[in-house]
């Protein structure tokens, strides 16, 4: 009888075990962790219970024996909303990176995202914290490729997604979704005749990570494994800067939506042959 092999998924470990998963055997230190408090200051005056990291975890460790650190968003709080804490400890994490590259410590950052956006309850606070994130990111990539990796369940949306777009490389899982608005915030504002969120075929056809690879917009996808994803993330810094980034595409995804006609829109199937095998350099 065949053995059946253990299924080692991405997506069902936490956010501490995904950013382990990611760094070398024995090299993970945690820093600004559980222990040292860092708890959201507005939360509590709503009533929200606080979470003792605020739903980041940072580690330093090594990828292929180079200097790392991993942020990963923990979706099982507070839906992976970025509020002011958490998302500080991101940016802070990214400058610390670029401030390693200033003093010739080659440090390789990944983001891992797993969040709806901003934290509606720390409303611009948490936007001011994203748009640092953002750019951290666009002060890194010039370095050193900017990993970001989005699995599932919950995806990466609002400004979180702007975010991952600019990362020098976007890895992905079937699972996963990308978006700029999640289906129930559309079903919500524009009704179900414009967008049925229950409709997970449809919802997946037009934001899953299949559709966004296939589109051109993430750069690998990958099976819901973590050692599978721990190879695409050292793949990409193997690759090394390129220089070449769909947000400096400004005048080629101009051109795209100019040739939509919203009058009829083409099917999720016809996008990936419009804009799948176009690039972006």
Same mark, same amino acid.
């Given at each position: 009888?065949?053995?059946?092999?253990?299924? &080692?998924?991405?997506?069902?470990?936490?956010?501490?075990?995904?950013?382990?998963?990611?760094?070398?055997?024995?090299?993970?230190?945690?820093?600004?962790?559980?222990?040292?408090?860092?708890?959201?200051?507005?939360?509590?005056?709503?009533?929200?219970?606080?979470?003792? !990291?605020?739903?980041?975890?940072? @580690?330093?460790?090594?990828?292929?024996?180079?200097?790392?650190?991993?942020?990963?968003?923990?979706?099982?709080?507070?839906?992976? $909303?970025?509020?002011?804490?958490?998302?500080?400890?991101? +940016?802070?994490?990214?400058?610390?990176?670029?401030?390693?590259?200033?003093?010739?410590?080659?440090?390789?950052?990944?983001?891992?995202?797993? =969040?709806?956006?901003?934290?509606?309850?720390?409303?611009?606070?948490?936007?001011?914290?994203?748009?640092?994130?953002?750019?951290?990111?666009? @002060?890194?990539? *010039?370095?050193?490729?900017?990993?970001? /990796?989005? $699995?599932?369940? /919950?995806?990466?949306?609002?400004?979180?997604?702007?975010? %991952? @777009?600019?990362? $020098?490389?976007?890895?992905? =899982?079937?699972?996963?979704?990308?978006?700029? &608005?999640?289906?129930? /915030?559309?079903?919500?504002?524009?009704?179900?005749?414009?967008?049925?969120?229950? !409709?997970?075929?449809?919802?997946? $056809?037009?934001?899953?990570?299949?559709?966004?690879?296939?589109?051109?917009?993430?750069? @690998?996808?990958?099976?819901? !494994?973590?050692?599978?994803? +721990?190879?695409?993330?050292?793949?990409?810094?193997?690759?090394?800067?390129?220089? =070449?980034?769909?947000?400096? %595409?400004?005048?080629?995804?101009?051109?795209?939506?100019? +040739?939509?006609? *919203? +009058?009829?829109?083409? =099917?999720?199937?016809?996008?990936?042959?419009?804009?799948?095998?176009?690039?972006?350099?």
């Amino acid at each position: 009888m065949n053995a059946i092999t253990p299924r &080692n998924s991405f997506i069902e470990r936490t956010a501490r075990d995904r950013a382990r998963a990611l760094l070398d055997e024995g090299s993970v230190r945690e820093i600004l962790g559980p222990f040292d408090r860092l708890v959201s200051p507005w939360l509590p005056l709503q009533g929200i219970p606080t979470q003792s !990291d605020d739903g980041v975890v940072l @580690a330093r460790g090594r990828i292929d024996g180079q200097p790392a650190v991993v942020a990963a968003i923990e979706s099982a709080y507070q839906g992976g $909303s970025m509020g002011e804490v958490g998302g500080a400890k991101i +940016a802070g994490a990214l400058e610390r990176a670029l401030a390693d590259h200033e003093r010739g410590i080659p440090t390789r950052p990944v983001i891992l995202f797993e =969040t709806g956006g901003v934290r509606l309850q720390e409303a611009n606070l948490g936007l001011a914290v994203i748009a640092e994130i953002q750019a951290g990111i666009l @002060a890194l990539r *010039p370095r050193v490729p900017v990993v970001g /990796v989005v $699995s599932g369940m /919950v995806g990466c949306f609002g400004g979180m997604s702007l975010a %991952a @777009a600019l990362c $020098s490389t976007l890895i992905v =899982t079937r699972q996963a979704r990308l978006g700029m &608005n999640g289906p129930e /915030v559309i079903e919500q504002e524009a009704g179900i005749e414009e967008l049925d969120s229950s !409709d997970r075929k449809l919802i997946w $056809s037009l934001i899953g990570g299949e559709q966004r690879r296939e589109a051109g917009f993430v750069d @690998a996808l990958v099976a819901d !494994d973590a050692g599978a994803i +721990a190879a695409a993330v050292r793949a990409a810094f193997a690759a090394g800067v390129t220089g =070449t980034y769909r947000s400096a %595409a400004v005048d080629l995804y101009r051109a795209r939506l100019a +040739a939509i006609d *919203p +009058a009829a829109p083409p =099917t999720p199937e016809q996008l990936r042959g419009l804009w799948g095998e176009e690039s972006v350099s």
